[in-house]
């Protein structure tokens, strides 16, 4: 008799774990915090290639005269490597919103009484829908970071000191 009233208890209680992580991640601080976590951890394995990047450009204007063609293609390189992550950035918070989008269109069509086989094929449909418009406004965005990195990163390079030479200073080279 007290092992059946433990296994009620425990059925109605869910464990303080699992309460726990659920109102943390029910906030929308913690979706942020992951984005910017994720995104602090991709800017920071891709930071060699950036370095690699700016040395390239700094080789180019010492040996070259005061041509803007290396800053223009460090420039597009910076704001396309920039781009690409604050893409992948994004789609570690969107993957969870779709996926409950997803379970709650599913879940309301089921509370209109829709049959089964015609849930599966309007979920098929859904996801189609929901998925190609969130990569749709993902591609824009992260087309529209990459301009303006690749902008702004033109304007960095070529205007230091009020002069349309000189290097960039690497962090982490003598």
């Known amino acids: 008799m007290a092992k059946e009233e433990e296994q009620q208890q425990q059925q109605q209680h869910p464990p303080y774990a699992y309460t726990l992580i659920l109102n943390i991640f029910s906030k929308r601080r913690t979706w942020a915090c992951l984005f910017l976590v994720v995104y602090g951890t991709l800017l920071a394995s891709s930071w060699n290639l950036l370095k690699?990047?700016?040395s390239w450009y700094n080789l180019q204007v010492e040996s070259s005269?005061?041509?803007a063609w290396p800053?223009?293609?460090?420039?597009v390189l910076l704001g396309t490597v920039f781009g690409v992550l604050s893409m992948v950035a994004a789609m570690v918070v969107m993957v969870p919103a779709v996926v409950v989008t997803w379970i709650t269109i599913v879940v309301l069509l089921a509370f209109f009484g829709k049959p089964k086989r015609t849930l599966v094929v309007e979920g098929r449909k859904i996801t189609k829908e929901i998925f190609g418009f969130v990569m749709r406004t993902l591609l824009k965005e992260g087309n529209f970071?990459?301009?303006?990195?690749?902008v702004l990163g033109?304007?960095?390079l070529v205007r230091r000191d009020g002069?349309?030479?000189g290097g960039v200073a690497v962090v982490g080279e003598s």
């Open 154 to 156: 033109y304007f960095a």
């Open 145 to 150: 970071v990459a301009a303006v990195c690749a």
């Open 71 to 75: 800053a223009l293609y460090a420039s």
């Open 65 to 67: 005269t005061t041509s």
């Open 52 to 54: 690699s990047t700016l």
């Open 163 to 165: 002069t349309q030479g």
